[in-house]
DNA sequence: GATGAATGAGATTTCATTCAT
DNA sequence: AATGAATGAAATCTCATTCAT
């Protein structure tokens, strides 16, 4: 019985690789069903078995990349470090996560956020957001984040600058040796963080 | 002859906003061929008239935006502002255009740079970019923004920043009111372009 | 009033013209009637001043084709000339139809006969078989064909040779040079006029 | 696995024989997929299960039949009959084919040759033609032919004489009764083979 | 006569999903 | 668990024909 969910659940895994890949090569609507079947090496009737649609393999790559995500902010959080260096984590984090599975950063930049917007899936996704408004939030009230921005607004001008570095990947627009995923690392930090740090603001400098 | 082609240009154009209002409701691929006629009133044999597919109803609406973005951005290059000052209206003019228009932002966010990625509209957002990294490489030759970062990657945090905004203001997560949306222009302005400027680096602090 | 039906006249003669080189190029149902009025030179929807239906236009080349012919063939009836002469009268005629109107041969080979034989279709193709008939019965009754042959059948024979023949041109797979259409001629008279003539059967030979 | 190729195979041949029947009774271009599904008994999605599209389905009843009648002609060819005996085979196998399967010699006499007239499809008539071709001159060579005709020409007007009676019968012009389809046998080989024959020519008559 | 915008029936094809084996 | 034949809703696109101008 253990065997069998074990080879179960690895054949489970077998065709979530798959549609990301397939995903990843076509775009959610532009891949049949058939793809991802052919592409795990399956009939493609047996992905019923496991996914009730086609919609669930999306919905399940998506849950659970955004739930590992989520455990991984949870323990930045954590963390005692001050607000700014739990920012530069979680930029880290997501950065890195272009190398360790492009396949997987290719679909969540393209099909995220767009096509049906579900609500379920939008309040999965705010609930990153409000990870990093968290941090936030405690860096302004440790006096170490300035206090005049919405945490609200400021994560999201954060996550938008780390998500647009990934679509540059994405759309091999951006250099991604290396050195540049580095790079943008720092750059992200620097300019977006630096911004909102206290004594590093236009705002401050101009009053 | 001359009335015709007016009355045709303005079915053309009604065409063309149905499929924007059509779009922004169930998204490019959901949205049917049908729908998009009856929203405009016309057959939907006559799309095909003025359009020779549904693709290329959604890419006129990209490159016609597209341009008309491009212009008022070179607008923008030609005043003789200070590189912040451009980078600001920049902002303005994307973050504006969610109030003007809507739908067509719910469009272009979730369609553009997404889906297909073709080739020629990579090579299209890519000229935005490019007029951003521009205005940065002013900025810096000036010394008015931090030498220290690349032109390009500081083009797409910013760019990215202002999506994202646009894109919580699509998903019905950020409010929109008029203050906000000044509000989000100034703190666009601040983190990011804060974040750029000489004195206002966390980098040039922390050396 | 009559420099209008002439001119009139001239149009419509026009529109046929082109009928007939776009049915040749692409077939009856391949053609569109779009292709036909480019062709032509006029806008499609002149096209239903002159004929009714896409369908008029092929029934009109076919029935001024056809009447054409059964002109030519009631001449050759009318001569004096012995029954093998006048097949090979018209044998001549319909051959060299394809030197001097490809196009119209074309049309007439792929679209007669076939597709949905109309009944009024079919019968006028009957009267050209009957003249041939006829050519055939008096050629029995004077005693210069031989008599133990069903005209009817021996009609078919004699007119499939030759369409066949013409059919090798429109394929590109005879040769149609001068020498070979002469050559054509002679041997389709020569095998069929042969075959049937009194003292030239194998029939009559062998036994 | 045997058992599902074996049904898959008779499913196949299924869709086929209705294909024949509907091409039969509206033509190929009036026929509707949706009309050989319904006439096959299965929804129209299978069809595509079998074969790519309409046109395959087209193509297959052509290549199929016509490799059948190239072994058959080719099993003539190996006997050791004189020409004429050959020719009167080859004439009987293709007269005969008409009441063994009306409907197949309905599709075949109507579409073959026309439509795209794809070289492919041009390509296999030619064979056809060359086993006559081959037939006659071997006739020639052993001087049971008249030498002073074309092989070529003599096997379009061979082949079209019996395409024609074919077409007599697909037209309901001529009767179709079996004594009339032997007589249609005879007549063929007594004309076009009398025709052939070494002293029965009119040519050689009248020299 | 002439134009071409407008119509809309209809055709092929795709593909997610089901289900008998 | 696994297969793939079978289904059928649905979608895009075509094109003959009409008709206002």
Redesign the pocket.
């Known amino acids: 019985m253990t065997d069998?969910?074990i080879a179960?659940e690895e054949?489970r895994r077998l065709i979530l690789a798959a549609a990301v890949r397939v995903f990843a090569r076509s775009g959610y609507h532009t891949?049949?069903?058939?793809d991802i079947a052919e592409e795990a090496g399956?009939?493609?009737?047996?992905l019923?078995?496991y996914f009730a649609?086609?919609?669930e393999l999306l919905e399940t790559v998506f849950r659970e990349t955004w739930s590992e995500l989520l455990e991984a902010f949870a323990r930045v959080e954590e963390s005692q470090e001050p607000a700014s260096e739990q920012l530069r984590q979680v930029a880290a984090i997501l950065l890195r996560s272009w190398r360790r599975d492009p396949d997987l950063v290719r679909v969540l930049v393209r099909e995220v956020g767009r096509s049906q917007t579900l609500p379920s899936r939008v309040e999965e996704i705010g609930q990153v957001f409000r990870a990093i408004e968290r941090i936030v939030e405690r860096g302004q009230a440790e006096g170490e984040l300035r206090g005049d921005l919405e945490p609200r607004l400021a994560s999201w001008i954060f996550y938008g600058a780390i998500e647009e570095i990934l679509t540059g990947w994405v759309l091999g627009q951006l250099d991604d040796s290396d050195e540049e995923v580095a790079a943008a690392e720092r750059a992200v930090v620097d300019v977006v963080v630096g911004g909102l740090t206290v004594s590093g603001t236009a705002a401050s400098r101009r009053g």
Do not use: I, N, P
Request: no cysteine; net charge positive; aromatic share 6%.
């Open positions: 069998r969910s179960s054949k891949s049949r069903v058939g399956v009939a493609h009737g047996l019923y078995h649609s086609k919609e």
